[in-house]
């Protein structure tokens, strides 16, 4: 494919490209941006683009990886570290609520109501717990977007059910 060809090909899949930043971003200006980087940074790596590969799962893959890519870089920017803080010396366990017997069975029952979940509710809630958004679970597990949202929905039901007893004091 010559050059002509291949930004030709780039051109016809602005639409599909623009509707898969929305879905990634959920928000105008951000895709935009997203379409714009994307556009470029294929562009210039054009020589890497293999003819008997999906030119269009080619150029989404590198959109989805640079809006991966931004949103760590956005998580780490917002990170932020108090310097005034002894971090070698914090006295986690008496501010946790876990040095108690109590406060210690408490967060092993919420583990066992957890584990207890079947694996198609706890894979993706266990995921949404540590910090995963709902389309990168959808990726990562190859389910759609709303079977992520009903499962981790239907998990939070059967915890609130098996954990209907407790209470924090």
Known sequence: MNALQFQQKLLSLQDNMMNF???LTANREDAQDLLQDTTLKVLNNQDKFVDNVNFKGWVLTVMRNIFINDYHKTVRAQTIIDQGVDIYNVDVLNDSGFDT???SYQIQEIT????GLSEDLKVPFSMYLSGYKYNEIA???NVPLGTVKSRIFFARQELQ???KDFHQD
């Not at 066992?112 to 584990?115: E, I, K, P, S």
């Open 21 to 23: 930043a929305l879905m």
């Open 101 to 103: 017997p109590d406060g």
């Open 112 to 115: 066992n109501a957890v584990n």
């Open 139 to 141: 990726d990562k597990l």
């Open 161 to 163: 059910k098996e954990l």
